[in-house]
């Protein structure tokens, strides 16, 4: 069997993954009665390069024929290495991209197996892992409610690094559905359950991420960048199959968040640091285009940076959102300078100068206008937009807004004092 395992590695590594499959699969199958640790292990080793050609050859169609087959093994092998064999095949067909209605298909056959057998710890993992399939298919209320029945049956067996699993995944839920303080409530579950727990690297790494993610919704972007360094420090500690994209993603966010602070010179200086030259992603370029566009506080270098990488920076949830709001901000700094010098100023002539349509430009001016950004009024007869100055503050106003306060805590405290002498 050794020398059969040897054949499928060679197939393996000449990139001929089908076969390598057929020939993993038949070790297997050879060996379903396996007792002796020996054959067990070659087992376990064909069962792991059989998940890595799946992923490599981004085809898992077999997956759940090849679980079913295993049954009569996983029967004479101990449960906590067959939860291991499971999670571990199931963890590789899910970092197939577009996998994501096979990952579920197989992770609820192996539940209901896992529920038949009563292998609990088993059960509970896989269905943790199909909580997160669910969400990576958009499928949040469903996930919500299964989170929900695992939450109180894991807190029962007092398994806190599930439940930091739990809540961690909950959490990036309520953020996706922007429900912001349901998401910090959860990840602050997730933080208790990690402090009374050794938490390993990659989780802690991705606890920092959705901190940073969090912090960064708020506008407290110093905040989020220093979460994002750890998270970015941790993964590129990990082995880069484990944690490549995951740290890619932390310095993209690192970027980010120096971009929305303002501090666009830093941009430069994180990507030519010694832990980023590694990456190169076009996103990377994206973001440099970004800052430039907002050190100019240009909307057109905006615009045509948007455009050019639209695919990039629109595929990342967190990034477009907040590229949502630079771009309202360029767009009101930008309006703001073009009208200021006006006392009153047609709209069509503000929506040529800033290159946009006019029903676009009205609309963002009137949205100015209510916000109290622009002091101001629409004389949609004239199709003019009138700019007043702006009043000087009344200094008197202040004073006698204290003054009357004052005299409300005078006289109550006489009413309280005269109640007493009653």
């Given at each position: 069997m050794q020398a059969a395992l040897d054949e499928a590695l060679v197939?393996?590594?000449?990139?001929?993954?089908?076969?390598?499959?057929?020939?993993?699969?038949?070790?297997?199958?050879?060996?379903?009665?396996?007792?002796?640790?020996?054959?067990?292990?070659?087992?376990?080793?064909?069962?792991?390069?059989?998940?890595?050609a799946y992923r490599k050859s981004k085809d898992a169609s077999q997956a759940q024929a090849l679980l079913s087959l295993l049954k009569p093994f996983f029967a004479n092998v101990p449960k906590a290495k067959t939860g291991k064999i499971v999670r571990s095949l199931i963890d590789q067909i899910s970092r197939i991209e577009g996998a994501s209605a096979i990952v579920e298909e197989v992770t609820k056959s192996v539940i209901t197996w896992a529920e038949t057998e009563e292998r609990t710890f088993l059960r509970l993992n896989l269905q943790?892992?199909?909580?997160?399939?669910?969400?990576?298919?958009?499928?949040?209320?469903?996930?919500?409610?299964?989170?929900?029945?695992?939450?109180?049956?894991?807190?029962?067996?007092?398994?806190?690094?599930?439940?930091?699993?739990?809540f961690l995944l909950e959490s990036q839920i309520h953020h996706q559905l922007v429900h912001l303080p349901k998401a910090r409530a959860a990840l602050?579950?997730?933080?208790?359950?990690?402090?009374?727990?050794?938490?390993?690297?990659?989780?802690?790494?991705?606890?920092?991420?959705?901190?940073?993610?969090?912090?960064?919704?708020e506008n407290d972007y110093r905040t989020a960048y220093s979460y994002f360094y750890e998270s970015y420090e941790n993964f590129t500690a990990l082995p880069k199959s484990e944690a490549k994209k995951q740290s890619e993603k932390a310095l993209k966010y690192m970027l980010l968040t120096k971009i929305m602070e303002g501090s666009v010179a830093d941009v430069q200086s994180l990507l030519t640091g010694k832990l980023a030259l590694r990456y190169s992603e076009p996103e990377l370029t994206a973001l440099v285009g970004i800052a430039k566009a907002k050190n100019e506080a240009s909307l057109a270098v905006f615009k045509s940076v948007l455009e050019e990488h639209k695919v990039e920076l629109q595929k990342d949830p967190v990034i477009s959102r907040h590229l949502e709001q630079l771009y309202s901000d360029l767009f009101e700094d930008n309006l703001l300078t073009l009208v200021s010098p006006f006392s009153e100023v047609e709209i069509d002539h503000v929506a040529e100068l800033i290159q946009l349509e006019l029903s676009v430009v009205e609309k963002k001016l009137s949205q100015m206008i209510l916000d109290s950004k622009l002091n101001g009024i629409l004389d949609q007869g004239k199709g003019c937009l009138i700019v007043f100055e702006d009043a000087d503050a009344d200094s008197a106003y202040p004073f006698a807004q204290e003054t009357i306060t004052n005299i409300g805590t005078v006289v109550e405290s006489l009413h309280s004092r005269a109640g007493k002498l009653r």
């Open positions: 197939q393996y590594k000449a990139g001929d993954y089908v076969k390598a499959i057929s020939s993993y699969q038949a070790v297997v199958e050879g060996l379903l009665a396996a007792t002796s640790e020996d054959e067990v292990k070659l087992v376990e080793e064909a069962l792991k390069q059989i998940g890595k943790t892992t199909l909580a997160s399939c669910l969400f990576q298919s958009k499928k949040f209320i469903e996930a919500l409610d299964l989170l929900t029945s695992l939450t109180k049956e894991v807190k029962k067996l007092d398994d806190k690094l599930l439940l930091v699993s739990i602050t579950s997730a933080r208790t359950a990690a402090n009374a727990v050794y938490c390993p690297p990659l989780l802690q790494a991705s606890l920092d991420m959705q901190g940073g993610t969090l912090h960064a919704e």
